[in-house]
């Protein structure tokens, strides 16, 4: 079991940056892939990143190819998700999640999740 807090979000108008950050609780870390995903309202949670801890593999959702860039520090147990020329679009609830080994693109791949952070972007 992992447990996972997101921290990094808030306020920000179209055209800045944020970068948030994910602290895994787990006595063995990298053996873990992690993923951010995020919800807005009426829609469903969806993949935006994700990292294999062990050789930093990434991935990344079309929609943010090139603006997001995942990363890792496993020395502190943290990923982080820096995430520039954000749109209004881009504005959701964003979650952590963990699992073993390879990263996932699905929800229903992931058994840990954080309690989520909120980024709202101003147009």
């Known amino acids: 079991q992992v447990q996972l807090v997101e921290s990094g979000g808030g306020l920000v108008q179209a055209g800045g940056s944020l970068r948030l950050s994910c602290v895994a609780s787990?006595?063995?870390?990298?053996?873990?892939?992690l993923g951010w995903f995020r919800q807005a309202p009426g829609k469903e949670r969806e993949f935006v990143a994700g990292?294999?801890?062990?050789?930093?593999?990434?991935y990344y959702a079309n929609s943010v190819k090139g603006r997001f860039t995942i990363s890792r520090d496993n020395a502190k147990s943290t990923v982080y998700l820096q995430m520039n020329s954000l749109k209004p679009e881009d504005a959701a609830v964003y979650y952590c999640?963990?699992?073993?080994?390879?990263?996932?693109?699905?929800?229903?791949?992931?058994?840990?999740w954080g309690q989520g952070t909120q980024v709202t972007v101003s147009s």
């Open positions: 787990r006595r063995t870390f990298s053996d873990l892939a």
């Open positions: 990292i294999t801890l062990s050789a930093g593999n990434t």
């Open positions: 999640a963990a699992r073993l080994f390879v990263v996932r693109t699905t929800t229903d791949e992931y058994n840990n």
